[in-house]
């Protein structure tokens, strides 16, 4: 079972998995973060920059590699997760743009997905991956039905995914249909894993995921095969947990 913590709001949580991250950081100067993007961890993003600053950590060495990227997107389109990641993270930690990493969209094909997993070995594996879940339960943009050995590769995303993520575009029908991702399989090869939460709207998710079966249906149901996974949720995303 995941560890689980339940704090007030995304604002604690932000400022609980920062400093986790910040300590890692400081021991280990060449640290691989894995980076969800959406709205859920713009708190953790935001507090370690404030830490970063305060306490002078050593961010040079450190990469980044993104779970995701929206595939057929113009690379310069202000919501491609290039983008995303460039405004979010790496200008706010200031990384060294070549330590920071997302899978292609605009070449987004088998191969695309093959060297983005050798760019992950080749930086030594990742440390601490973010995630954050999809009310469909996805992590990454894997699907439910994801095979839980899958690899980076183009998948296509659930209407509810697209309905979802409408909010970032003028509509719906501009949400791309397709993106590529990392894989469960990949995935699971980080040395942690941690996953928030958020409001109600993801309460379903999270109850089926930490009380629910192991299963390729529910994908992030998978953070119980893994060894070092923690779950950080507010109280309304928690609301459909039992005791
Ligand atoms: C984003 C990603 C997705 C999101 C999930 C939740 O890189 O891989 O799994 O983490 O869709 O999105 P938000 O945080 O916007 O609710």
């Known amino acids: 079972m995941p560890e689980v913590i339940i704090v007030e709001d995304a604002d604690q949580a932000g ?3 920062a400093r986790r991250i910040a300590d890692a950081i400081a021991a280990r100067p060449n640290f691989v973060l894995g980076v969800a993007t959406g709205s859920t961890p713009l708190t953790t993003y935001q507090a370690l920059a ?35 990641v460039d405004r979010e993270v790496a200008e706010r930690l200031g990384l060294a743009p070549g330590n920071v990493h ?3 969209g605009t070449a987004a094909d088998a191969e695309a997905g093959t060297a983005y997993e050798a760019a992950i070995r080749e930086a030594g594996g990742i440390d601490l991956q973010l995630l954050g879940i999809g009310s469909s339960g996805h992590i990454g ?7 839980f050995d899958s690899r980076t590769r183009v998948v296509e995303l659930i209407d ?16 791309p249909t397709h993106a590529i991702t990392q894989g469960i399989g990949t995935i699971l090869e980080a040395r942690q894993l941690v996953l928030l939460a958020f409001g109600e709207r993801k309460a379903a998710a999270v109850a089926a995921a930490l009380q629910g079966p192991v299963t390729e249906a529910m994908p992030a149901s998978v953070l119980h095969r893994h060894p070092s996974a923690l779950v950080v949720i507010d109280r309304a995303a928690a609301s459909k947990l039992e005791d």
Not at 68 to 83: C, I, M, T
Not at 141 to 146: A, I
Request: aromatic letters at 10%; glycine letters at 4%.
């Open 102 to 104: 997302v899978p292609s």
């Open 141 to 147: 943009f894997n699907e439910p039905g994801s095979p």
């Open 15 to 17: 400022q609980l998995v």
């Open 50 to 84: 404030e830490i970063a600053t305060r306490e002078q950590l050593p961010l040079d060495r450190v990469q980044a590699f993104a779970l995701d990227e929206y595939v057929g997107l113009p690379e310069d389109h202000s919501e491609s997760y290039a983008k995303v």
């Open 160 to 175: 509810q995914t697209r309905h979802d993520n409408a909010r970032f575009f003028p509509s719906v029908d501009d949400v």
